[in-house]
C-alpha cells in the first residue's frame, strides 16, 4: 500500500510541475519533501501473518537477480527450509486441510509475496489445489530474499555500505538482527474465525516468549541469528536439521546389576538452545525409548515385577524437583516430550485445566530411573539395554490424517546402548 501511495505521489507531483511551470517547481519540491515524509515506511517485520508482504520492488528484481551478487547467500538458501516453506509436502497437506487449512494467512508467513491482496486471513485462496499442482513463481520460492531484505523498493541491510548504495537502493534496518524480526513468522496465534484479525487464544508458536525468558534468565543479549544463522548463513538449520538436534539435546545411558535386579538412568538434557526443545510447531514432540534384550536378541517385554520411574527435572541452579511413580511391567518405555497445554496459553474456556508442557528448558537435564527384575534364566544373558531419542515433526494421528506414513514424519536424534552381565557386580 506504501509503495502504490508513492507512485500515485510522484505523478501528481509532475503534473503539477509541468501545469505550473519551471517557475514555481522549487516550491513544489520542498512541498514534496514535506510529503515524503508524511508517508510511513512499510515495518521492516511481518505481521504473523495477517497481511500479504508488499516488497515494492521492481519488477527485475527476483531472488535469482540477487543472487547475481550474493552467490553464496543464494546457494545457502536455496538448501534451506526457507527455500521450500510454500511447496513441501507438511505445508501442502496442512494447507489443504478442510479442518483447519485453506486459509490465506498460510501462505502470508510460508509465500510472504502472495499476489493475494484483496484477501483477509481466514479467506480461502483460489484455485487453492490448482496452487499446488502448478506452483506459481511466488508459492515456488518460498521465503526468499525479497521477503526478507526488501521493503518500498528498499533492499534493507544492518550495515550501509558504498558498494550496496552503488548496486541499488537501501535502507538500514537494525531490526533484521533482533528476535524480533524472526517472531514475525514464528511466534502468532491460532487465528478464530469470529475474530480474525486479533491475536487472541493459544499461541500456535511461542518462540520469541521462550526466547526472551531465556535470555532474561541467561543475562546475555543472544539472538536467534547466534544459533540459526551462524556466520550469516543463510542455511538457517532448525528442527529439520539432525546436526542441530544433536546440538540442542544430549542423551546419556548408565546400566549396571545389583542384588539381582537391573539399575537403568537415561538423561536427556537440553543445552545450548534459547527456548524450549522441541521447538516451533505446538505438535513437534520428542520421546525417549528405553528397552532390554536378551543374549539372542529378543526383546524383554514384562522385564520386571514393579518397576517404578524416578524423573529428576533439574530447572536452574538449587531449583530441582523429583517425581515418583510405578508405571507397570510392560516395555520399552516410552518418555514423551511434548506441548499440550503450553505455559503461554490462555484459554479462558477452560481456566481450571492443569497447563501442562513437558518439553524440556535451556538447560535442563531430565534423569528417568528403572528398576528392573530380569527372568533368572543364566542363557538370557549378559542383557543389552536400549536408548533412542526421537525427533517428531507431527503426531502419528495426525501423519494419519494427512496420508503420511509414521516414519515420514520422525526420525532418530541419538542412540545409546550398555551391556549388562548379572555376574559384573556393583
Same mark, same amino acid.
Given at each position: 500500500?506504501?509503495?502504490?501511495?508513492?507512485? /500515485?505521489?510522484? #505523478?501528481?507531483?509532475?503534473?503539477?510541475?509541468?501545469?505550473?511551470?519551471?517557475?514555481?517547481?522549487?516550491? /513544489?519540491?520542498?512541498?514534496?519533501?514535506?510529503?515524503?515524509?508524511?508517508?510511513?515506511?512499510?515495518? *521492516?517485520?511481518?505481521?504473523?501473518?495477517?497481511?500479504?508482504?508488499?516488497?515494492?520492488?521492481?519488477?527485475?528484481?527476483?531472488?535469482?537477480?540477487?543472487?547475481?551478487?550474493?552467490?553464496?547467500?543464494?546457494?545457502?538458501?536455496?538448501?534451506?527450509?526457507?527455500?521450500?516453506?510454500?511447496?513441501?509436502?507438511?505445508?501442502?497437506?496442512?494447507?489443504?486441510?478442510?479442518?483447519?487449512?485453506?486459509?490465506?494467512?498460510?501462505?502470508?508467513?510460508?509465500?510472504?509475496?502472495?499476489?493475494?491482496?484483496?484477501?483477509?486471513?481466514?479467506?480461502?485462496?483460489?484455485?487453492?489445489?490448482?496452487?499446488?499442482?502448478?506452483?506459481?513463481?511466488?508459492?515456488?520460492?518460498?521465503?526468499?530474499?525479497?521477503?526478507?531484505?526488501?521493503?518500498?523498493?528498499?533492499?534493507?541491510?544492518?550495515?550501509?555500505?558504498? +558498494?550496496?548504495?552503488?548496486?541499488?537502493?537501501?535502507?538500514?534496518?537494525?531490526?533484521?538482527?533482533?528476535?524480533?524480526?524472526?517472531?514475525?513468522?514464528?511466534?502468532?496465534?491460532? +487465528?478464530?474465525?469470529?475474530?480474525?484479525?486479533?491475536?487472541?487464544?493459544?499461541?500456535?508458536?511461542?518462540?520469541?516468549?521462550?526466547?526472551?525468558?531465556?535470555?532474561?534468565?541467561?543475562?546475555?543479549?543472544?539472538?536467534?541469528?547466534?544459533?540459526?544463522?551462524?556466520?550469516?548463513?543463510?542455511?538457517?538449520?532448525?528442527?529439520?536439521?539432525?546436526?542441530?538436534?544433536?546440538?540442542?539435546?544430549?542423551?546419556?545411558?548408565?546400566?549396571?546389576?545389583?542384588?539381582?535386579?537391573?539399575?537403568?538412568?537415561?538423561?536427556?538434557?537440553?543445552?545450548?538452545?534459547?527456548?524450549?526443545?522441541?521447538?516451533?510447531?505446538?505438535?513437534?514432540?520428542?520421546?525417549?525409548?528405553?528397552?532390554?534384550?536378551?543374549?539372542?536378541?529378543?526383546?524383554?517385554?514384562?522385564?520386571?515385577?514393579?518397576?517404578?520411574?524416578?524423573?529428576?527435572?533439574?530447572?536452574?541452579?538449587?531449583?530441582?524437583?523429583?517425581?515418583?511413580?510405578?508405571?507397570?511391567?510392560?516395555?520399552?518405555? #516410552?518418555? #514423551?516430550?511434548?506441548?499440550?497445554?503450553?505455559?503461554?496459553?490462555?484459554?479462558?474456556?477452560?481456566?481450571?485445566?492443569?497447563?501442562?508442557?513437558?518439553?524440556?528448558?535451556?538447560?535442563?537435564?531430565?534423569?528417568?530411573?528403572?528398576?528392573?527384575?530380569? *527372568?533368572?534364566?543364566? *542363557?538370557?544373558?549378559?542383557?543389552?539395554?536400549?536408548?533412542?531419542?526421537?525427533?517428531?515433526?507431527?503426531?502419528?494421528?495426525?501423519?494419519?490424517?494427512?496420508?503420511?506414513?509414521?516414519?515420514?514424519?520422525?526420525?532418530? #536424534?541419538?542412540?545409546?546402548?550398555?551391556?549388562?552381565?548379572?555376574?559384573?557386580?556393583?
Amino acid at each position: 500500500m506504501v509503495s502504490n501511495r508513492r507512485k /500515485l505521489q510522484r #505523478i501528481l507531483l509532475v503534473v503539477v510541475v509541468v501545469s505550473s511551470g519551471l517557475a514555481g517547481s522549487w516550491a /513544489l519540491l520542498a512541498v514534496n519533501r514535506v510529503l515524503q515524509a508524511s508517508v510511513a515506511e512499510t515495518p *521492516a517485520t511481518f505481521d504473523q501473518g495477517l497481511n500479504r508482504l508488499e516488497t515494492g520492488a521492481p519488477r527485475h528484481w527476483t531472488n535469482q537477480w540477487c543472487g547475481t551478487c550474493h552467490k553464496q547467500a543464494y546457494t545457502e538458501w536455496q538448501a534451506s527450509r526457507h527455500f521450500v516453506a510454500g511447496t513441501n509436502e507438511n505445508f501442502q497437506a496442512q494447507c489443504l486441510d478442510a479442518g483447519g487449512g485453506r486459509q490465506q494467512w498460510c501462505f502470508n508467513c510460508h509465500a510472504p509475496t502472495s499476489p493475494a491482496t484483496t484477501l483477509l486471513p481466514l479467506h480461502e485462496p483460489r484455485q487453492l489445489e490448482q496452487l499446488f499442482e502448478r506452483p506459481p513463481h511466488w508459492l515456488e520460492q518460498g521465503v526468499g530474499c525479497l521477503s526478507c531484505h526488501v521493503r518500498d523498493g528498499q533492499v534493507l541491510v544492518e550495515n550501509v555500505t558504498d +558498494k550496496a548504495i552503488a548496486a541499488h537502493p537501501v535502507r538500514r534496518s537494525p531490526e533484521l538482527g533482533t528476535a524480533e524480526f524472526c517472531a514475525g513468522c514464528h511466534q502468532f496465534n491460532f +487465528k478464530d474465525v469470529l475474530l480474525p484479525d486479533y491475536f487472541h487464544g493459544p499461541f500456535q508458536q511461542a518462540s520469541l516468549d521462550e526466547f526472551l525468558d531465556f535470555r532474561h534468565a541467561d543475562g546475555f543479549e543472544t539472538r536467534c541469528h547466534d544459533c540459526h544463522m551462524p556466520g550469516g548463513s543463510h542455511v538457517m538449520p532448525g528442527g529439520y536439521d539432525n546436526k542441530m538436534l544433536n546440538r540442542a539435546l544430549k542423551l546419556e545411558l548408565a546400566a549396571s546389576w545389583d542384588r539381582g535386579q537391573v539399575e537403568v538412568v537415561v538423561s536427556v538434557s537440553a543445552r545450548r538452545v534459547g527456548h524450549k526443545v522441541p521447538g516451533g510447531e505446538f505438535f513437534r514432540s520428542v520421546t525417549l525409548h528405553t528397552w532390554l534384550t536378551d543374549a539372542n536378541g529378543g526383546m524383554l517385554q514384562q522385564a520386571s515385577i514393579e518397576p517404578s520411574r524416578q524423573v529428576e527435572a533439574v530447572l536452574g541452579e538449587g531449583d530441582a524437583s523429583v517425581v515418583s511413580r510405578a508405571v507397570g511391567s510392560n516395555w520399552p518405555r #516410552i518418555e #514423551i516430550f511434548s506441548r499440550r497445554r503450553g505455559a503461554f496459553d490462555h484459554d479462558l474456556e477452560a481456566p481450571e485445566q492443569l497447563l501442562t508442557d513437558s518439553r524440556l528448558r535451556p538447560g535442563e537435564t531430565r534423569q528417568f530411573r528403572y528398576t528392573l527384575r530380569p *527372568a533368572a534364566d543364566p *542363557a538370557r544373558f549378559p542383557l543389552q539395554v536400549h536408548a533412542k531419542l526421537w525427533y517428531h515433526v507431527m503426531h502419528s494421528t495426525e501423519a494419519e490424517q494427512f496420508h503420511f506414513s509414521s516414519d515420514a514424519v520422525k526420525w532418530i #536424534i541419538s542412540s545409546e546402548h550398555r551391556s549388562v552381565d548379572r555376574n559384573a557386580q556393583r
